[in-house]
């Protein structure tokens, strides 16, 4: 399977609630960096989060002490707690990470992947017109590297796009709560969820209501829920000041 060069690490991954337990463990940092380096191998073997050496020969524990310089303890610790955190399944074929998709573009890698293979077909055209006679050794060469990096550019072109294309996909606010008039970006829900984990649809329910019944409009959606959650706050804060006031001058009364 054609391996690709790169691989897609967003940088709030720390974020995630997974990582975070798996941080809080004794050998956290070394899992964590277990899991890049899983990530990694399935770049290479650019199979839909499979990771394995080649067909019909998966990574087995012992391979991945070698390659990752992990005492094996250490690796299946990982296995294990990837597994136990549905990050990770394994079948005949191999390991796979379960959610590979939220790591890489697929499209982008299929891309390459057919790129490679129009690469290895022109090859191997190559090799035959050069068995036969018709082009020259010297000429053989030079139309191969013009080709491969024709093909490089054309890679370059369209990962550039693409990326292009998702950043102005994240930009785009969609229409949330009951009179849908709640504006946010796929960006704005990922961050009031993580903010607002137990009661996120409520405050867009809250702002939608107040919305569709002031008429007021705002500029942003996200700024506006954070604001109110801030101002919940300061008020609850304020009315325990103010209880623990009250209670303190009742005993003091009372001794």
């Known amino acids: ?47 839909g989060g499979y990771i394995y050496i080649a067909d019909n020969i998966p990574y087995t524990e012992e391979m991945l002490s070698v390659i990752m310089n992990k005492p094996l303890l250490t690796i299946r610790l990982a296995i294990e707690t990837f597994t136990n955190l549905q990050m990770i399944d394994n079948d005949t074929k191999g390991i796979y990470l379960v959610n590979f998709e939220k790591h ?39 139309q191969g590297n013009a080709i491969d990096k024709d093909i490089d550019k054309d890679i370059d072109k369209d990962i550039d796009k693409n990326i292009d294309k ?17 504006l946010l970006s796929d960006d704005d829900l990922e961050k009031l969820k993580a903010e607002f984990p137990n009661d996120w649809t409520d405050r867009i329910e809250n702002l939608s209501s107040y919305i569709a019944q002031s008429g007021k409009s705002y500029k942003s959606h996200l700024a506006t829920i954070r604001n109110w959650a801030r101002k919940d706050s300061q008020r609850k804060v304020g009315a325990n000041g103010i209880a623990l006031k009250n209670e303190k001058s009742e005993l003091e009364g009372v001794f």
């Open 166 to 182: 998702e950043k102005d996909n994240k930009d785009i606010r969609h229409k949330y709560g009951e009179y849908k008039n709640v």
């Open 104 to 142: 890489q573009s697929l499209e982008k890698m299929e891309y390459i992947k057919e790129q490679n293979r129009i690469r290895q077909a022109r090859y191997k055209e190559r090799k035959r017109l050069s068995a036969s006679g018709n082009v020259t050794g010297n000429a053989k060469v030079t």
């Open 1 to 47: 399977m054609a391996e690709v060069k790169w691989i897609k690490l967003n940088v709030d991954m720390f974020d995630d609630e997974k990582l975070k337990v798996i941080q809080s463990m004794p050998e956290g940092d070394a899992l964590l960096v277990i899991w890049i380096k899983l990530i990694t191998l399935a770049g290479k073997t650019n199979d």
